[in-house]
């Protein structure tokens, strides 16, 4: 089961960076990436500067500015000179999301850049695990509203483009879903994946614990339970620790 949706990646510079010079460019252009190197928006904007840089007869730096969901590197070209020459790969997120999303923001999106052109779309993909008994949207919906709260979905981070199009998909199939990051899930894959293995089971035996593993919902409502039943003996046995 799949689904998509798909998202811009667009190239923008400071807001008046389009007046008009006798020759342009005369140095280099800095293209600042948002994120890390590696991720989609920094390849495309890789591929982009080594043949606008041919065009343009001269060198196309990109700088990987990444940190706050893309808004370190989206205002350091907000506050640069409008002079054409540092320019941002912009995405969904930094264009269209941040500015309702963070509280206090140093600059404005639809005001402070020139758009120059939208570059290319990317798509978000709907996935589930290859034995999940649920085999297409319809499916999903449906176990989500037999239990509200319970499914889980993981995003690259919160206030990410992966979360808010899991958050569009929540009202528009009118679910609840437990939001959880990428690293969360990651690392709980990995660690039941290992507290499967037998040589992991009996270490842990000879240790006189027991392998439990589970998924993060299942932790959360065991964390839950026990926090009730120990703060309720320790109330109704009247004990405290100063």
């Known amino acids: 089961m799949k689904k998509a949706l798909a998202l811009l990646v667009a190239i923008v510079l400071c807001a008046g960076g389009a007046v008009a010079q006798e020759r342009y460019p005369q140095k280099p252009l800095h293209i600042v990436v948002p994120f890390a190197p590696g991720g989609s928006t920094d390849i495309i904007a890789r591929l982009l500067g080594e043949r606008l840089s041919g065009a ?14 893309g808004n370190i590197g989206a205002e350091i070209v907000a506050r640069s000179a409008p002079d054409g020459y540092t320019l941002l ?5 930094v ?4 500015n309702a999303l963070y509280q206090n923001m140093s600059f404005d999106s639809s005001t402070n850049f020139d758009y120059i052109v939208f570059v290319a779309s990317i798509t978000n993909v709907l996935i589930v695990a290859a034995d999940s008994p649920l085999h297409n949207v319809a499916e999903l919906i449906a176990a989500a509203k037999r239990s509200p709260g319970k499914l889980s979905f993981a995003s690259s981070g919160a206030g990410s483009s992966t979360h808010m199009s899991a958050e569009l998909f929540k009202i528009m199939a009118g679910v609840d879903l437990l939001h959880v990051r990428d690293v969360i899930a990651r690392l709980n894959r990995e660690i039941n994946a290992i507290l499967a293995a037998p040589e992991m089971r009996q270490r842990l035996a000879d240790q006189g614990a027991e392998a439990v593993g589970g998924t993060p919902e299942a932790f959360a409502e065991h964390a839950k339970r026990e926090r009730y039943k120990w703060s309720r003996v320790i109330r109704d046995a009247n004990i405290a620790v100063n």
């Open 56 to 69: 343009l007869g001269q060198p196309v730096v990109i700088e990987n500015r990444p940190g706050a969901a």
């Open 89 to 93: 790969m912009a995405t969904t997120g």
């Open 95 to 98: 264009m269209s999301i941040n």
